[in-house]
């Protein structure tokens, strides 16, 4: 039996056929034509798929599901209640493939949890029974996995931790709040941050010198190679970064108590610099120091978490 897994962007669709094993047999890619509106979206989902089941020279009936991962949020039946970047609202995405590919189960879930997916069938996740993946990138992203089952909520808003209010920031969140983590904790936050340091603090900085002094190319890279280096400004972004990181890391086990927490997104490409900094901040808020935690990991699927992922929601 085969698996269908589709990674939705904003930019790009990606597809593969995964075994039940959550290895991927073949992928293909393709733009996502946003200007088409989600027809058009969901088009070239439909013409993906047939593409790779023709490739591979399988029969339909040896598809066991079609899994699709989406930048947004999602019911139980597919209906994608919202993803920004695509400008969809109320999009019947799983209704539309469950009549092109008759007779096959059709699962939609956001990409976050997807990726936790991944992790947990095959990756740093593996053999673990309850487990939080946190996807830091752009913002931050969110999945549970609890008693080997995604938790997605009643509704299927469950799981959105980037929105967890954390703190007092200096700007709001898109979604209109103050205080997110992902305000505080995500890729964006840390240019943002880093940036009003450079400016209010007026200190010479390894960032300025790294991107010729336009403090519009600073990305986080940048930010994390010149911590790294001992770079006073660099250091205090990764600091606070962390430091909201870890409050809302010790909300998720005090709440869950996970075997453990898994660390994704493009900020997690720093691993072990990242990771140590998580562990040490984290003993400061833990509320029964002596006891036993989850571990944090860093993920380890990278860019094919959300095929594999999303393939292996139907198993």
Known sequence: MYYIGIDLGGTGIKGGIVSE??????????????EKGYEGVIQSIINLIHELVS??????????SIGVGIPGVANKEGMVYYAHNLFWKDVPLGEMLRQEFKGIPVYV??????????????????????????????????GIIINGKVFSGSNGLGSEIGHMVVGENFYNCNCGNNGCLETFSSA????????????????????????????????????IDSAKEGDYIGNKAVDRLVKYLAIGITNIMNIIDPDVICIGGGL????????????????????????KYGQ???????NDAGIIGSAMLGK
């Open 21 to 34: 094993n959550g290895d991927i047999i073949l992928k293909k890619e393709t733009k996502t034509p946003v």
């Open 55 to 64: 490739e591979k020279n399988i029969d339909t009936k040896d598809i066991k």
């Open 109 to 142: 879930e956001n990409d976050a949890t997807v990726a936790c997916v991944a992790e947990y069938v095959c990756g740093a996740m593996k053999n673990k029974e309850n487990g939080v993946m946190l996807t830091l990138g752009t913002g931050v992203g969110g």
């Open 188 to 223: 964006t936050a840390i240019i943002k941050y880093a940036k009003k340091l450079i400016e209010d603090e007026n200190k010479d900085t390894l960032i300025m010198e790294k991107v010729q002094n336009d403090i519009n190319k600073i990305d986080a890279k940048v930010i």
């Open 268 to 291: 997690s490409k720093s691993g072990d610099f990242l990771l140590n900094k998580i562990n040490k901040e984290i003993e400061k808020y833990l509320l029964f120091k002596d006891l």
């Open 296 to 302: 944090i990991v860093i993920a380890t699927l990278g």
